[in-house]
DNA sequence: CTGTTAGCGCTTTCAT
DNA sequence: ATGAAAGCGCTAACAG
């Protein structure tokens, strides 16, 4: 029979039920020591009758093991980001951490602020995402506990952290390669925000694979966006005003690729047959729009998995390498060789 | 000069260069006593050269109060469920509480394994949304500590809990309407996982609507679904097939309502010239569909803001009600008149 | 194999 | 206003 019990039940409680001394219930929970068989069977015995369930807190207290791992992720809400959650999850799966998340809504002071809350509750690893916070910042919690980076190149090695970032002048390349393999010569791109690295990298990327075509790179084909949707509406409006021949748009990201295509669409063009486009990201939810769009994907759900199974072993003592999982370019629909 | 400890600074230590007990620095940490001015701004001296941060653990050992609430979502990488994460973080801001979150993968035994980690880590609320826990499993954890659940009819006010559900039926209902209103008479209806209580919800409430125009009701109009992609292009795709001369389909959620665009794109049939589409949810990027989708919003956002907050009221020993906000039809372009 | 003892870091009486 | 002491629930060290 399963007890609801009104008071806390502690370990005492259960020994005294179970005619033990208090350790021999915490051997018996934990393995720590071999038992007399009578005695488990007693201990068990009582722990189901009472209800009991171990404080967390107490445990973390003696032990100097909390059980716990910090996540800082700049958006809790956003589609992008969770996918990484749910790969840090299942990394973390079996083991006996559990992950404390907190956001950073995209500025230094509230990154600070959930990291100091994440540290007090004795994080024992730091899992910490697309932040604002500058290299010091970040080397002075890894000094603290073992910490992984996603997207940002910081050197932690040395404090026994690291960082992992995608290939994104790698991807961007492939993406503006496909498009000229299509035959396509005059090629937009629609910026991502400035602001962010990650941003002149994608740039740099296209203009490396206009140059593997012997494509001249022409400043007038890019416009600024900042990876939301509307920066992709009103960047192809923009491109498309330019009155140039352009016949594919490689978007900074998907956000800004379903942006484009909205704009298409209000000015009855059509996708691919009258403009290819390529975006960068691989959302959920690219392989289902119309057409399904053609994207560089970066496998964020492997990214959490590879930075909990970093942390993991760092935990257990061990020197692990971080690696970024490779990205790839996932061909669908929105590309089509140029009339 | 912002010191990175070696080693676990604590209370005492930070007394002793302040060169008071540790009593009066967690007074003044914690604002429980007046303290003499002096000796303020030497301990607070002391915490800044330190680096001192209170353990949790600890503190939550001796007054009881964890700090932490526990959440369990049936997905973490879920866009649909992380805006409801969102709202929860956005309630639990500026409170002393921190989301420790479990997902429970959809399937009983994870959900009572991560219900049984965050009670042992001492959560002293808890969200729990699209669970697959029984009515006892609910009120047995409701018993124990303040509990609100999401999108289940659970009866939990005896127990100082609450649930929280949308109004499926007249989301649906809504939705149908907008669809005969627009003259459309042969509507079909892609239905979600039976399994899920508002998958029957949402087909009453189909029904309903087309009783509102004095619509008679075609079961082979319904067709079976699972709330995913490819069940919507299967559907899509079984409701042409029958040959009859549908010209609307109210699709069980978004998802559904993506992948039946999707068929009928492969089709080439157009929306909404051809046929008209309305969906359920308002996922984000529905908003950006080709045509943007009309669908019937769930606040997930607000639903996540009103659950933490009700937490919070009960912890601070209030008794608030918690009470669904409404849903609402969207109405954007996928829809069009008869022809 | 098992019980007794001490103590993790903090807050909270209880004196002063 | 402040210090000394006790103790939250648990595990680890030490006897036996």
Redesign the interface.
């Known amino acids: 029979m ?1 007890v ?2 009104k008071r806390r039940v502690t370990v005492r409680q259960v020994a005294q039920v179970a005619g033990v001394s208090p350790a021999t219930v915490s051997r018996i929970l934990n393995g720590t020591a071999a038992v007399d068989a009578e005695k488990r069977r007693a201990v068990e015995q009582a722990v189901a009758l009472l209800g009991y ?6 445990r ?2 003696v032990t100097g093991s ?3 791992v910090g996540v800082l992720t700049p ?5 992008y980001y ?2 990484v ?3 840090i ?1 299942e990394g973390l799966e079996g083991s006996p951490y ?6 950073g809504h995209w500025n230094r002071r509230d990154e600070q602020r959930v990291l ?2 994440l ?4 994080a024992e690893g730091l899992i910490v995402f697309g932040s604002s916070l500058d290299e010091g910042d970040l080397r ?1 919690v890894a ?2 506990v073992p910490t992984v980076v996603l997207g940002r190149r910081v050197h932690l090695t040395d404090l026994g952290g690291g960082a992992m970032s995608f290939d994104n002048v790698g991807g961007a390349r492939a993406a503006t390669r496909h498009l000229t393999q299509h035959g396509h010569r005059v090629i937009g791109h629609i910026m991502g925000d400035p602001a962010h690295e990650d941003a002149h990298e994608r740039l740099h990327g296209y203009r490396l694979g206009l140059e593997d075509a012997g494509l001249p790179f022409d400043p007038a084909l890019v416009v600024q966006g900042d990876y939301r ?1 509307p920066s992709g509406v009103l960047g192809m409006g923009r491109l498309l005003d330019l009155g140039r021949p352009i016949t594919a748009v490689f978007c900074a990201n998907d956000q800004t690729a ?2 484009a ?2 704009a298409l ?1 209000r000015r009855g063009l059509r996708v691919p047959d009258d403009l290819s486009l390529v975006g960068f990201d691989d959302q ?2 690219s ?6 769009l053609t994207s560089v994907r970066q496998p964020m ?1 492997e990214a959490g998995l590879a930075m909990a199974r970093f942390l993991l072993a760092r935990l257990r003592g061990q020197s692990p390498d971080v690696s970024a999982p490779q990205t790839e370019l996932v061909v669908r629909e929105s590309v089509a060789r140029r009339r």
Not at 287 to 292: F, K, Q, R
């Open positions: 399963n609801i019990p369930r171990p404080n967390a807190a107490a973390s207290l909390s059980g716990i958006d809790l809400a956003s589609p969770s996918d959650l749910g790969g999850e559990s992950p404390l998340i907190g956001s100091d809350v540290l007090r509750h004795q002075a000094g603290h949707v379903i942006g295509r909205l669409y959920p939810g392989a289902y729009t119309t057409p399904p759900r």
